[in-house]
T-cell receptor
Framework: DVKVTQSSRYLVKRTGEKVFLECVQDMDHENMFWYRQDPGLGLRLIYFSYDVKMKEKGDIPEGYSVSREKKERFSLILESASTNQTSMYLC??????????FGNGTRLTVT | AQRVTQPEKLLSVFKGAPVELKCNYSYSGSPELFWYVQYSRQRLQLLLRHISRESIKGFTADLNKGETSFHLKKPFAQEEDSAMYYCALRVQGAQKLVFGQGTRLTINP
């Protein structure tokens, strides 16, 4: 069974802090994704990656960056956290043309 | 741009009643459609995909290209069906999914 693990379930950070959200998958998937989940807005794609050291912007990349130094790990970085980035963040992975498998999510609160 | 619309934010039905969660999409090519479900305090998980044409937990969904719809149906709702449901689309040649806004389904006893 595919396992996508997000390192933190809950995070509380202050405005202006640099925040790292970590995601690891154990199925050798080439594709990894970061979405944010907000009530009434559904899931919106922030960034995705098709391969190591490769990244592409999603629909809402502003204020975020990503890093994929190893195939199994995909990190989301908030360079300077703001209150409007308070949200649930979901990481997912997939192999070619397979469904996405999601992690449990990280609920980030920025105060 | 591709878009997925779930017109109902909230849907409440009684146990044993039929359920239909609506999903419409906009895409001119051949899409791949999915339904994902999120039960309370659990991760988002795949419920079904249209290319499998299978029934999962009594749910079915048929892709209607003429109406650009992929509605999720179940003839007799059960209390354990209460959850958040998301419809999603993948365009040809892409790996990412585009999600709808989600519908929260509540089954009343």
């Amino acid at each position: 069974d595919v396992k996508v693990t997000q390192s933190s379930r809950y995070l509380v950070k202050r405005t202006g802090e640099k925040v790292f959200l970590e995601c690891v998958q154990d199925m050798d998937h080439e594709n990894m994704f970061w979405y944010r989940q907000d009530p009434g807005l559904g899931l919106r794609l922030i960034y995705f990656s098709y391969d190591v050291k490769m990244k592409e912007k999603g629909d809402i990349p502003e204020g975020y960056s990503v890093s994929r130094e190893k195939k199994e790990r995909f990190s989301l970085i908030l360079e300077s956290a703001s209150t409007n980035q308070t949200s649930m963040y979901l990481c997912a992975s997939s192999s070619s043309n397979s469904p996405l498998h999601f992690g449990n999510g990280t609920r980030l609160t920025v105060t | 741009a591709q878009r997925v619309t779930q017109p109902e934010k909230l849907l409440s039905v009684f146990k044993g009643a039929p359920v239909e969660l609506k999903c419409n999409y906009s895409y001119s090519g051949s899409p791949e459609l999915f339904w994902y479900v999120q039960y309370s305090r659990q991760r988002l998980q795949l419920l079904l995909r249209h290319i499998s044409r299978e029934s999962i937990k009594g749910f079915t969904a048929d892709l209607n290209k003429g109406e650009t719809s992929f509605h999720l149906k179940k003839p007799f709702a059960q209390e354990e069906d209460s959850a958040m449901y998301y419809c999603a689309l993948r365009v040809q040649g892409a790996q990412k999914l585009v999600f709808g806004q989600g519908t929260r389904l509540t089954i009343n006893p």
